[in-house]
Each structure stands twice: as C-alpha cells, then as structure tokens.
C-alpha cells in the first residue's frame, strides 16, 4: 500500500512536462479547493478544521500536504492552546499523506525549543514519511510558495439565482450547482450540559450571487459535509427576498424599540448579514433621535453590535461616525466595540438616507 502510495504521488507530481510550481497552480477541485483557502488563511479553528479533515479524508490533493507543512513551519513558535493543537494536525497531515521530501525539515524543527505535544507529534511523522521515498526537491520552508488558484469555478447565471439548496444536500452537490465559494470561514459553538459540553464545528461558505450556505460534517461519515442552513440567500428574486428579509426590515423600520431589540438579537444570532438588512440596521443607527428612551438605546445598542458582527467594511464610516458622534454613551461604548470588528476601506460607503425607514 505504501508503495502505492508513493507510485501515485511521483505519477501526480512529476507525470507530463509540468514543474512541482506548475502543479501547484493548477486548479483545485471539489472540497479539496475548500481545504485549500482555509489552509492558507489566518484563522486557525479554520487551518485546524481544514487539517483535521485532510487527516480524515481518504482521497486528498497532496497539494494540502504542502499547505499544512508550510504552515507548521510558518506558526512553530506559536504557544497558544489552539496554535499548538492545529499544528499537530498539520503534522498528522504530513505523518498520514506526506513522504521523506519533508523528512530533513521535520528534523530540523523537531531540534527546535518547541512545546512538547507539537514535538512528539513531528517525532511521529518522522517516523511515518522515512519509509515513503519521493523523488521531489526536499522541502524548503523559507521558500515562496508557488501562486495558487483559488479563483471560483463558476458565477451563477441571472437564471441560475433561484436555484433549490436544501437543508442535507450534500457539499458535493452544492459545489455542482454553486460552482466554489468565494470565502469560507469555521462557526464553533458549544454543545451539551456541564461536563457534556463539547465543541460543535460547522463550516460556513459565501457563494457569488447566492450567499451563506453553513455545512455541518457527521463525524461518523467522513467526509460527508451536508448543508445545515442557508444563512442568507441575498440575490434571490425580489418577491422571495421580501418575503424572507422583509419581516426583518419591518421591524428594524418600526417605532417599538422592544421589536427592534428582539430582532437584532435575531439577526445577530443567526448571522444574517445581508446588505439589504444591514443597510436599514446603518440608517435607523445614524437618524434615530429618541435616545432619551432606555429601550430604544438599548435597541441602536444592538444594531451597533449587528454591523460589528457582519465585519462589513460598507458600515465603517457609520460606526465610526455613531462612536464619535452619539449623544449617548452606551451608543458610543457599543459602536467603538463594533469598530473593532471593521476594516476601514475604499469600498462605497453606506450614506444617510439611502434606504426609506
């Protein structure tokens, strides 16, 4: 089997004409491209849950094997708890996919000061990859990775928007349907009571022209990801639009600060961040006047907290106009938390008046 192994790993890598770099940047497929940006991104529940995955899955892209190393050796001398448990799975990637072109550089750092569970999970995949010959350069971790294309394989047609997802379609087919998202993020959220609590995962993927899609992955079924819920689905038609979001703006658009607390509350909970939403949540934070009613503080105190949480850099100007400008302290205390979650940008600006309340 592991001579297999390593006959197909030469076949992929060297097979044709193409250099290791040109390998590299060929296209992703399937859930591997997924893989593939949470990998090289910077949230680590993502690079953790991306690794843990590439462990599990039987069939994988070695490309990720070289996404996982680099980023054991680009975060080695990290301490923290979740640091320090990710780069174990990146190196249970390489103990379960990788071959001896990795062999001297896990040497390497295993001589390093490094945290004992990081360094007994190297000592395994020293011992895993010495049997794997490859005919490949030795890796070189202060090397420039190669570009990769993480470009979406597909824009939904204006024909296309009104297409069924349902709640256990698996992620196989969404990708079919959808083409590749165009941001993935990880949700976590704890589970259970007391002592049973434990750490629930989902994957959350932004699709062009559709919207949110979270993907819950059974642990029993691996590598089964199906979808859990659609968060929001923004380029729908107009008269579905109305009838998901158009509750959700009614009462951000009413006079009762008590309906208008609750449904941001909602909105923030179950993350739907749409503009359509957002942009009324923008205008009732920067017209409203009657600040002088406890409820109705505390309601703007909870839009604050929406736009925060949407990280939408359209509310930047907003935010950071309610922190500096509001009447109210609690108003500016809630906004300067929400600014903290938004990026100032070039990107058009969301303007008083732009939507009806």
Known sequence: ??????????????????????????????????????????????????????????????????????KLFEESASSSKLAIDTLAWCARVIETHGTDRYLGALKQLHSNDIHKKLRKYISNAIDAVESRPAKLPKFDPSSKMPTLNLEPSKTIEKGDRNLKISVGDPITEVYQNLGYPIDVKVVSRRGGHGFFRVEITNLEATFEEYGTIIFARAESDSPSWTVRRIVENRALSTELLNSEFGRYISEINSNNPDNIRRIARQIYKERKFSTEILDHAAERILSEKALDDKRMLDAVAWLCRVLGASENSRYYSTIKHTAEKSESSKIRKYAKKALKSIQESSEEQYQLGQVKI
């Open 1 to 70: 089997m592991k001579h297999l192994f390593t006959a197909l790993l030469g076949y992929l890598l060297l097979s044709c004409s193409y250099s290791y770099a040109e390998q590299i940047a060929k296209p992703f497929s399937g859930i591997n491209h997924t893989y593939a940006k949470l990998l090289t991104g910077k949230d680590l529940q993502g690079v953790r849950l991306a690794a843990k995955s590439v462990v599990k899955d039987s069939r994988t892209d070695i490309r990720l094997v070289e996404l996982a190393a680099r």
